[in-house]
């Protein structure tokens, strides 16, 4: 069965920080991009970030940039978020996705470019 499991969310403060983890099982993962998409309750799901698969290019929504950061570990099947600095307006759920069929400058932002999908780590940042 093929998964991805994202864990390391929780509840901070303002300002604090936290790393989400996402491991890939069921098939490699290492020749997709990655990236990381958040919904807050009654908003639609947002793009956060994305990695390629050499993690050489990396992208990020404006209002993350400078304080996240995307990473992975292809040896273990792994992708990252990095979250420093964080702010009330970055509590969502987190969910981690993988694109086998790839993605480029311009469609790297779309989640309908991922196949797979994790279920999700809540959070919650408090002011």
């Known amino acids: 069965q093929v998964q991805l499991v994202e864990s390391g969310g929780g509840l901070v403060q303002a300002g604090g920080s936290l790393r989400l983890s996402c491991v890939g099982s069921?098939?490699?993962?290492?020749?997709?991009?990655m990236g990381w998409f958040r919904q807050a309750p009654g908003k639609e799901r947002e793009f956060v970030a994305a990695i390629s698969r050499s993690g050489i290019n990396r992208y990020y929504r404006d209002s993350v940039k400078g304080r996240f950061t995307i990473s992975r570990d292809n040896f273990k099947n792994t992708v990252y978020l990095q979250m420093n600095s964080l702010k009330p307006e970055d509590t969502a759920v987190y969910y981690c996705?993988?694109?086998?069929?790839?993605?480029?400058?311009?469609?790297?932002?779309?989640?309908?470019?991922?196949?797979?999908w994790g279920q999700g780590t809540q959070v919650t940042v408090s002011s």
């Open positions: 069921g098939r490699t993962f290492s020749s997709d991009p």
């Open positions: 996705a993988a694109s086998s069929s790839g993605w480029n400058s311009g469609t790297v932002f779309s989640a309908p470019v991922y196949d797979y």
